[in-house]
């Protein structure tokens, strides 16, 4: 039988380094041996019993003035979802802790902006600095960022700027009209430029083409530096938006994924995000064997449900993970936290 070779960039990639040809080919080698590349380039970066524990929690849901065919946060789409005002800072804070004592490390909060405006941004760095008081890593998603504001994130003590990409240039124009991708590539440069970490991923399962995956892998992994943390999320279906009713993606093809993920980008934390509810324990068994070392960690991701935190412990539990710095025994040590309600749908 004829091996298939593809080799590997040198760590220190240049822009050019992965062509989404070659992330193609990455696609289509046999399932085996790609997972198999993946795994040993993840064991040259980390330890693969480790498992970064993030918590995200919306602090201004819905009424969006953005048009992104999967979000249910979008005023354009008629998915029943009620706009909230931005939570108190107090509430955040409880979230936090909330998350903290059930294990999570990395505290990310969300809102459904365009851009944030001047008080907005102040409020927003309140509740960084809060969360940070805790001893937790902070991480925001707010939309566009204008000059002078990523710094201002950075002042109050922020770790993480969250913007994804979503897909593919290629693909970009049928999924969202109202931001364009250099909209997306200049707010990262302004996060970088500030000196915060970066993380930037994007959604499988939209009706993209495989090439259109590995394009959206070859905008991530050719960026310098490649992102710090990769969320990669496969779409949740939301009844109201465009995307309702579109063929599920295959589970082993958003493993393939996550392998490319791994393998193009071998530093960064290739997160678990959306689209986890959906996925039965050896899917995400898979995942983690392909290089997924971080997840969403929670009972809610923003507006969508998430595996709650029992379930994850007894999962990473059963395949004997653990929280990143911690030791074996550590979710079978935990007390359960007392549940924090927010005012996030179900």
């Known amino acids: 039988m004829q091996t298939v070779t593809i080799p590997l960039p040198a760590r220190r990639a240049t822009p050019a380094a992965w062509t989404p040809a070659a992330i193609e080919a990455l696609f289509r080698l046999p399932f085996p041996e790609l997972m198999h590349r993946a795994q040993t380039v993840h064991r040259e970066q980390f330890d693969a019993s480790e498992i970064q524990l993030s918590s995200l929690l919306s602090i201004k849901t819905g009424g969006c003035p953005e048009d992104c065919a999967y979000c249910p946060q979008s005023a354009h789409h008629d998915t029943e979802l009620e706009a909230d005002k931005l939570m108190p800072v107090a509430d955040v804070v409880a979230a936090a802790r909330a998350a903290q004592a059930n294990g999570a490390q990395r505290f990310c909060m969300g809102a459904a902006w365009r851009s944030p405006k001047p008080h907005h941004l102040e409020q927003v760095a309140e509740m960084i600095r809060a969360v940070k008081d805790l ?5 925001v998603t707010l939309g566009m960022l204008a000059e002078g504001q990523a ?10 700027y969250n913007h994804n990409l979503d897909t593919s240039p290629e693909f970009y124009g049928r999924i969202i009209s109202t931001r364009t991708y250099q909209d997306r590539l200049d707010t990262l440069e302004r996060v970088r430029d500030a000196g915060l970490n970066v993380c930037c991923g994007g959604i499988v399962g939209m009706g993209e083409s495989r090439r259109e995956r590995a394009g959206l892998i070859a905008q991530l992994a050719n960026m310098e530096p490649y992102p710090e943390s990769v969320p990669i999320n496969n779409l949740v279906q939301v009844e109201g938006t465009p995307l309702a009713g579109t063929e599920p993606l ?35 068994a898979l995942c983690f064997l392909a290089g997924a070392n971080s997840i969403f960690y929670g009972d809610v991701l923003l507006t969508t449900a998430n595996p709650q935190v029992e379930a994850d412990k007894r999962l990473l539990t059963r395949l004997g993970l653990r929280a990143e710095g911690a030791d074996d025994t550590s979710f079978a040590a935990q007390p359960q936290a007392q549940e924090c309600r927010t005012r996030q749908p179900a």
Not at 151 to 160: H, K, N, P, T, V
Not at 250 to 279: C, K, Q, W, Y
């Open 135 to 139: 001893g937790m890593e902070t991480c």
């Open 151 to 160: 710094e201002q994130l950075r002042d109050a003590g922020l770790d993480y």
């Open 250 to 284: 295959d589970p082993f093809e958003f493993i393939r994924t996550i392998a490319v993920a791994r393998i193009t980008m071998p530093r960064a934390r290739v997160r678990l995000s959306a689209g986890r509810e959906t996925m039965n324990d050896a899917e995400q």
